[in-house]
């Protein structure tokens, strides 16, 4: 079956390092998006990325999609505190459905 | 406007029973999703209505689970004999269904089966 994979499953970062966290998969994608869930939260969009090799910034984070469109990576400059929670990639095959990848999730420590 | 709402958002109930959960997704949204994410996990599929087109079961994990959506709108993740190992978050989500719309998820269910 289609399967999007993520790595790293967890991350512990000091505040103001950064953070990137990788998804992959063995067949291109149509699109990818990006979600956060905050502890004990649902997850929200972050971002969508359609083109090869896309490069989208939102102010401390910059999204990539690969030339392939099979892989992509979310970078956090300078991490805060309140960049914690756990980051999916979820890509879409074809049609509308959705493969979440496994989460990476993030600790900030202070 | 209103999200995506879910009820109940706390379940507890005993192995044996049979519960039902509820989604309200986001009026004019015809895609909706149903989810579990066991504790510290990813989000595993379980379901997927797209208008009036037969769902996609393909991610429900065994014939004890079922999903309707009536009229379009409110769905019901029906699990029948629950088991420990059902317990988890249930998760739902809705979409405009255009080409590569995001996913508007509620707060979930938390299901808890003793």
């Known amino acids: 079956g289609q399967q999007v994979m993520q790595i790293p499953q967890y991350q512990h970062v000091q505040e103001g390092e950064d953070f990137t966290t990788y998804c992959n998969s063995s067949?291109?994608?149509?699109?990818i998006q990006w979600y956060k869930q905050r502890p004990g939260g649902h997850p929200v969009f972050l971002i969508q990325?359609?083109?090869?090799?896309e490069v989208k910034k939102q102010k401390r984070l910059t999204f990539q999609f690969g030339e392939a469109k099979k892989n992509s990576s979310l970078h956090i400059t300078a991490t805060q505190t309140t960049d914690v929670g756990t980051y999916f990639c979820?890509?879409?095959?074809?049609?509308?459905?959705?493969?979440f990848g496994t989460g990476t999730s993030l600790t900030v420590i202070p | 406007g209103a999200g995506v709402s879910q009820s109940p958002s706390n379940k507890v109930t005993e192995k044996g029973k049979d519960v039902e959960l509820r989604c309200d997704p986001i009026?004019?949204?015809?895609?909706l999703y149903w989810y579990r994410q066991s504790l510290g996990q990813g989000l595993e599929f379980l379901i997927y209505?797209?208008?009036?087109?037969?769902?996609?079961k393909s991610g429900l994990p065994s014939d004890r689970f079922s999903a309707e959506r009536t009229g379009g709108s409110v769905s019901t993740l029906t699990i029948q004999r629950t088991q420990q190992e059902d317990s988890a978050v249930y998760l739902c989500?809705?979409?405009?269904?255009?080409?590569?719309?995001?996913?508007?998820f509620g707060n979930g269910t938390r299901l808890t089966v003793t």
């Open positions: 989500a809705s979409s405009l269904a255009l080409v590569w719309s995001p996913l508007h």
């Open positions: 990325l359609v083109k090869s090799g």
């Open positions: 979820a890509g879409v095959f074809t049609g509308n459905q959705f493969y």
């Open positions: 209505f797209q208008g009036n087109s037969a769902p996609d």
């Open positions: 067949t291109t994608l149509s699109n």
């Open positions: 009026s004019g949204h015809t895609a």
